[in-house]
C-alpha cells in the first residue's frame, strides 16, 4: 500500500467520487491546504470536526548523531507540525 499521498492523489479521489471537474478538484484540495496552513501561523492549532487537530510546536535544538558515520551535530531548534486523528476517524481506519 502507497501511504505517499500527494494533493494530486486527493484531486482524483474527489473527482471519482463526487464528479466535479479535475481542476475545481485540485482548487478545493489547494484551498484547504491553504486554511490549515493559514490556522496553523495565526493560531498554532487547527481543529477539524470529527477528523483530527493540527497543532505546530516548537522542538529545542539538541545533539544529535549520523547513525552511519557516528558523528555529532548540533540540530537546531525548529516547528513542526503535529496530527492527533479523532476518535470517529481512528475508528473509522481500524474497522
Known amino acids: 500500500m502507497n501511504r505517499n499521498v500527494t494533493r494530486d492523489h486527493l484531486a482524483e479521489t474527489l473527482n471519482n467520487q463526487f464528479g466535479l471537474s479535475k481542476k475545481d478538484c485540485l482548487n ?13 501561523e495565526n493560531s498554532n492549532t487547527v481543529k477539524i470536526h470529527n477528523f483530527g487537530t493540527f497543532k505546530l510546536k516548537r ?8 547513525p552511519k558515520t557516528k558523528v555529532e551535530v548540533m ?11 479523532s476518535k470517529n476517524l481512528v475508528s473509522f481506519i481500524n474497522s
Do not use: A, Q, W, Y
Open 28 to 40: 478545493i484540495v489547494n484551498d484547504i491546504f491553504e486554511i490549515i496552513i493559514k490556522g496553523l
Open 59 to 66: 522542538k529545542k535544538s539538541r545533539l544529535g548523531r549520523n
Open 75 to 85: 540540530i537546531s531548534e525548529r516547528k513542526v507540525i503535529t496530527f492527533k486523528p
